[in-house]
């Protein structure tokens, strides 16, 4: 089966990969709003992402489908009663710039929101760097068309020779609307084309979801705010005529980041949100008809 490589910097990426060094960024959390501080660090192969809370003796927290706990707003993972939240963007940006294992030291309950994109996370992977380790890298290969769906939220996964999405968005706001976009995540597609996409809300939304505990740490300065009116009170603008769709591939990237490797399919995504593309993860998952690992691809 000819399947593409995925490349980057021009080298094919045939074994698993990890950063050279530890690299550090501080900021606040979106929801809580608290002070925040993660590490990235180098990990052996077949370690996965997992998420190291500093400020509770190192407690460990696997970034796998198994211990998803809450999506709204944001995806929350949670291991015997400790939760790291907003996981997403970080996860996006390290399955999209191919590192497959790296621990992540959090000294907070939440992952800083840096600007609301995920290109922050990729600054950081670049001046760590990355290298190879001896173990070959693996690829969950979709087998079989997969499908989840919530009322009008549809999310579903086929075969492929290479890991692209398609997704569609619709708000009733005219900066907004109904729009498409289809990616092939291949060639540092990502870092250029989705990580700057920065997160979004609406303004006559804020209080009500500060009296729930959420975006205590929103602001102009980490998120588009779209007002009643029709317009956005960010004078700097849109980063993309369509960041919005981007932004919303980016937490599709994160959350299928749970599968553990990068994956061969074919994503079409409408009107989906966490809990969507976190279901859809487990859907797969839970049927060993649907897909396999591979270790080895060729072109």
């Not at 993660?38 to 998420?51: K, Q, W």
């Not at 109904?178 to 870092?191: H, K, V, Y």
């Not at 303004?203 to 956005?232: C, F, K, M, Y």
Request: hydrophobic share 40%.
């Amino acid at each position: 089966m000819a399947t593409q490589l995925l490349v980057k910097g021009g080298f094919h990426l045939t074994r698993q990969t990890t950063l050279k060094k530890a690299v550090s960024i501080s900021g606040h959390g979106l929801h809580t709003g608290e002070p925040s501080q993660i590490t990235l660090n180098p990990a052996p192969a077949y370690t996965g992402y997992v998420f190291r809370r500093t400020d509770l003796n190192n407690f460990e927290i696997p970034a796998a489908p198994q211990f998803v706990a809450r999506v709204s707003y944001a995806t929350t993972l949670m291991r015997q009663g400790v939760m790291i939240a907003t996981v997403e963007h970080l996860l996006a940006a390290l399955s999209g710039s191919q590192v497959d294992n790296c621990i992540i030291d959090v000294d907070s309950l939440e992952v800083p929101i840096t600007d609301g994109s995920a290109e922050p996370f990729i600054e950081m992977i670049e001046q760590a760097g990355i290298t190879t380790l001896e173990a070959p890298r693996q690829f969950l290969r979709v087998l079989k068309h997969v499908e989840v769906s919530q009322n009008d939220r549809r999310m579903s996964i086929s075969p492929s020779e290479t890991f692209s999405i398609s997704c569609l968005i619709e708000f009733p706001h005219p900066m907004i609307g109904t729009p498409r976009r289809e990616i092939e995540l291949t060639n540092g597609q990502f870092a250029s084309q989705v990580a700057p996409a920065r997160t979004f809300g609406f303004l006559d939304e804020v209080e009500a979801l500060r009296d729930l505990g959420l975006a205590r740490g929103g602001s102009l300065e980490n998120a588009i705010v779209l007002t009643p009116e029709g317009g956005i009170m960010n004078r700097e603008g849109l980063r993309f005529g369509d960041e919005f769709v981007r932004h919303k591939i980016m937490d599709i990237i994160g959350d299928l980041a749970l599968f553990g490797m990068p994956v061969l399919g074919r994503v079409n995504a409408e009107r989906t949100g966490h809990g969507v593309h976190t279901a859809l993860v487990s859907r797969v998952l839970r049927d060993d008809s649907a897909w396999e690992i591979i270790d080895r691809v060729s072109c």
